[in-house]
Structures are given as structure tokens and as C-alpha cells.
T-cell receptor, first 108, second 116 residues
Framework: KNEVEQSPQNLTAQEGEFITINCSYS?????LHWLQQHPGGGIVSLFM?????KKHGRLIATINIQEKHSSLHITASHPRDSAVYIC??????????WGAGTKLIIKP | GAVVSQHPSWVICKSGTSVKIECRSL??????MFWYRQFPKQSLMLMAT?????????EQGVEKDKFLINHASLTLSTLTVTSAHPEDSSFYIC????????????FGQGTRLTVV
């Protein structure tokens, strides 16, 4: 079993839909990252969380430390949100453990 | 957020040659830089961690003589793929972090290496 599990692996939705991507982990962490990887490969850091909730524009990230679970939400999704979204946790040695990613396609 | 510049964004090289990839932190001093590799449809895999002025720490299975990492200054780390082979073709990404521990890391744009 992977230490970081993301679901779903693939998600296709219509423009405007509310999107939720989930991340569960099995190790103790000091922080959790949500990252966005564009088709060209470049990675953008969206959030770093250690507790609670963060919001940036149409993106919302939450984390429940007790349940070892985090969610990334996208409101009013748009085709430009199409990308791979990656959850990564920072373990006890401060190195990142990566999820497999969720490929999101938003259709116009 | 802070900016990490990685260069080149893509490179094609002949088998047997060496390729150098640069990772620069543009507006902060990066005490630690990480190098990752991503094969198609797979997760990013940590290759090595480098602290400025020290030898890099390589992950198990990563050949340190093949993937030379130099972190000579607080703003620049380089990864050199020596004697490249087609199986080295991959996407390489660096990240840089100021400070230690929980300090956030910032990512370069990545380099797509194709060895022919």
C-alpha cells in the first residue's frame, strides 16, 4: 500500500462543476502540499498545509490531521484547470512523499 | 511565491554524451535543493538532496557517478547526467528550499531530457 493515496486517478468534468480531489496518507507528517503539473511538465505549488483550510481564488484545500486526509476543491471549474494535481506529504525526515496524481480534464 | 528557474526546459542529446541541468533560486537563498525524476505516467521520484557546500545525498538506486550534483552556491545547483543513455530519458525537476524543516520548497519548471 502506498503511503500517499490519491483519488480519483482520473476525473473528467464539465466546465463550471465543483471538483474534489482526495488525498489520504498513512505516515506522520509535518505538512502536506498540493501541486499542479501542467501538460508540459512544469509544477506549480498550490498550497502547503499543516492544519485547517486554505483558500486561493477558486481553489480550497483542507486537511484533517486526525483522519490523515486532505481534499483539494476547485469551484466553478474551467478548462484551464485541466492538469495533473499531486498531493505530497512532508514526512518526519522533511522529504516529500508523492501521491500518484489525479489527472483532471475540464470540458468546455 | 519565490521563483526557481530551471534550464534548459528541454534537451535532446546523443547517447554517450553528458548533459547539465541548472536550477537557480532567483529571489532567495536555497540552503537545500532536491532533484526529482519522473518517468511517463509515474510519480515524481526523489533522486538526491543537496545542501550548499556539501556532497549530495543520493536515494537508493540512484548512481551518484552517473548523476553528478553540484550545489556550489546558495542560488545554484546543477545536475549532470553523464554518459547518457536512452533509458535516462525522463523529466527532471528541481526544488529549492530556504532554511530547514518545514520551510516550503519551490519548484523549477522541469527539464525534459531525450537521449537518442
Amino acid at each position: 500500500k502506498n503511503e500517499v493515496e490519491q483519488s480519483p486517478q482520473n476525473l473528467t468534468a464539465q466546465e463550471g462543476e465543483f471538483i474534489t480531489i482526495n488525498c489520504s496518507y498513512s505516515v506522520g507528517i509535518s505538512a502536506l502540499h498540493w501541486l499542479q503539473q501542467h501538460p508540459g511538465g512544469g509544477i506549480v505549488s498550490l498550497f502547503m498545509l499543516s492544519s485547517g483550510k486554505k483558500k486561493h481564488g477558486r481553489l480550497i484545500a483542507t486537511i484533517n490531521i486526525q483522519e490523515k486526509h486532505s481534499s483539494l476543491h476547485i469551484t466553478a471549474s474551467h478548462p484551464r484547470d485541466s492538469a495533473v494535481y499531486i498531493c505530497a506529504v512532508k514526512g518526519s525526515n522533511y522529504q516529500l512523499i508523492w501521491g500518484a496524481g489525479t489527472k483532471l480534464i475540464i470540458k468546455p | 511565491g519565490a521563483v526557481v528557474s530551471q534550464h534548459p526546459s528541454w534537451v535532446i542529446c546523443k547517447s554517450g554524451t553528458s548533459v547539465k541541468i541548472e536550477c537557480r533560486s532567483l529571489d532567495f537563498q536555497a540552503t537545500t535543493m532536491f532533484w526529482y525524476r519522473q518517468f511517463p505516467k509515474q510519480s515524481l521520484m526523489l533522486m538526491a538532496t543537496s545542501n550548499e557546500g556539501s556532497k549530495a545525498t543520493y536515494e537508493q538506486g540512484v548512481e551518484k557517478d552517473k548523476f553528478l550534483i553540484n550545489h556550489a552556491s546558495l542560488t545554484l545547483s546543477t545536475l549532470t547526467v553523464t554518459s547518457a543513455h536512452p533509458e535516462d530519458s525522463s523529466f527532471y525537476i528541481c526544488s529549492a528550499r530556504a532554511g530547514t524543516g518545514d520551510t516550503e520548497a519551490f519548484f523549477g519548471q522541469g527539464t525534459r531530457l531525450t537521449v537518442v
